[in-house]
């Protein structure tokens, strides 16, 4: 069974950080790109960043220079450090897990960790 578990949302303020973590299991690590995409209510879903395991990185726009993507093989996890958040970053976050990198429909998607950022 594959899973994808996301930890470390919460609430934060403006400004403030937090760090998402993904533990992946059920698939072969290294044969994945594992990311973040992000859905609030109302609004299209957005891939905000990905990671290959040849350490290459993708971010949005929207993220680019605030958001750093991890990746650990050995513990298979993937985390998201997000720094300088804003009110425009609330949403729920799900980890993300496909061979070809496409981030906004992949393979596999966790169930996804509520992110909430008051100004």
């Known amino acids: 069974e594959v899973q994808l578990v996301e930890s470390g949302g919460g609430l934060v303020q403006a400004g403030g950080s937090l760090r998402l973590s993904c533990a992946v299991s059920g698939i072969t690590f290294k044969d994945y790109a594992i990311g973040w995409l992000r859905q609030a209510p109302g609004k299209a879903r957005e891939g905000i960043s990905i990671?290959?395991?040849?350490?290459?990185?993708y971010y949005t726009d929207a993220v680019r220079g605030r958001f750093i993507i991890f990746r650990n093989g050995h513990e298979k996890m993937v985390s998201l450090q997000m720094n300088d958040l804003t009110p425009e970053d609330t949403s729920t976050y799900y980890c993300?897990?496909?061979?070809?990198?496409?981030?906004?429909?992949?393979?596999?998607w966790g169930q996804g960790t509520q992110v909430t950022v008051s100004s």
């Open positions: 993300a897990a496909d061979p070809a990198r496409k981030i906004v429909r992949p393979e596999y």
């Open positions: 990671i290959s395991s040849d350490g290459s990185t």
